[in-house]
């Protein structure tokens, strides 16, 4: 198909799309440099069609963070607090069933759960929780932890990575959510994350968790102290380790949020931004089959534009957010599967609502 564009770096780029050839760091960095938003949107939606037809999944899933207590207290987290400080919690085992057993009529397919590192919690506490929330829900799947946690309880339990992650499995834990790296880059880490696992100690970890047979996702934080190139880095990073693995379901870019974190005096992310963080996934994650427009983050609205934009999956219900709204997000906190469905329609795409592994799924569970 012919398609004129008005950055005419998107010509070559467009015809080594339909030559399915790899995109170079070259390519994107005109990615994000390009101010032919259409243009560049036209190319993702392109691959995205070629993928998913007019397909658009989301899932009927759950968040629960147990914690937010955290000794790493990164510089760009709003949702850490120190043991004592206003605000501070964590939930026993029976309150997080007490949670669940609140809502056991709504159709949940997945648990979602990330925490802070809380070094009054002890490696049982994980078995626990993951046992517990298997024997409530034993047909919703758990994703759970990401690497940074996997690090942590390593290390809690005196236990290689590869028995702490066996160890976890067989209590439970059957996909992990995939944040935690940030940008995969030292001066990133070193400003902003400094006493929070690296890259390579990230990349060791997600490689190790694939070859046990996890899935994953992948995530990249975006809107604060990065350069276009260590975006563009990042992503190859993981679709480096895609091609090693194959361990990867979905990539999800996810949109800085500065209030209460020490870089508040950082201005949001722009739509603009958000899309072409959107289209740079599709285009340049050549090896993953799913992106996600986190609609938490970037708003329902705009999720809906993402679905034209490289986007094929909405994420899904959550029923409580807690982490980006204590970034001043403002966002819905929950969808339910009526909104979630009415978003992908009135985007001109066709709902389809999935398990964890991108199976669709009917009705009630
Ligand atoms: S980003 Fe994660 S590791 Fe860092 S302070 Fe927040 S909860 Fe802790």
Redesign the pocket.
Known sequence: MQISFIDERLEDLYLKVLKNSRLSREDGIIIYETHDLIGLGRIANHVRKALHGNRAFYIYNEHLNYT?I?K???R??A??KDKGQEGAYVFSIEEIEKRLMTHMDEPVKELHIV???NEDLKFDYYIDLLKTIRRIRPHATIKAF?C?EIDYLSTLAGLSLEETIKRLKEAGLAMMPGG?AEVLNKRIQEEL?PR?IGHERWLEIVKAVHKAGIKTNATMLYGHIETLEERVDHLISLREVQDETGGFSAFIPLAFHSENTELSHLPPTTAVDDLKNVAAARLMLDNFEHIKAYWVMIGESLAQVALSFGADDLDGTIMEERITHTAGAKSAKGLTRNQMEDLILTAGFDPVERDSFYNPVNGLA
Do not use: D, I, S
């Open positions: 937010n955290c790493n207290r990164c760009f987290c949702y850490a925490g802070g590192l990401t940074v935690g994350f929070k």
